[in-house]
């Protein structure tokens, strides 16, 4: 899970926020509550616009709060 991650991030770094974008919502989906997960999704989605999954993708980042300081994907 962790090199999808961190391929999805390369690639929103790169310009192809669509296709991150899919990444991180089939990461999402299968791990509905991982908190990085749905930081990087709700990112994301922000650079792109998408107010609405964003907002949700923030508020389940939220809900778990996690520490990201120990929760690296590299």
């Not at 669509?18 to 999704?41: G, H, M, T, W």
Request: hydrophobic share 40%; proline share 1%; aromatic share 10%.
């Amino acid at each position: 899970m962790k090199d999808i991650l961190k391929k999805a991030i390369e690639l929103r770094e790169h310009g192809e926020v669509r296709e991150a974008n899919s990444i991180l919502v089939e990461l999402a989906k299968n791990f509905p509550d991982n908190a990085e997960v749905n930081y990087q999704c709700a990112w994301s989605f922000a650079k792109h616009e998408k107010k609405h999954t964003k907002v949700i993708n923030f508020k389940a980042m939220f809900k778990r709060n996690v520490d990201f300081n120990k929760n690296k994907y590299n």
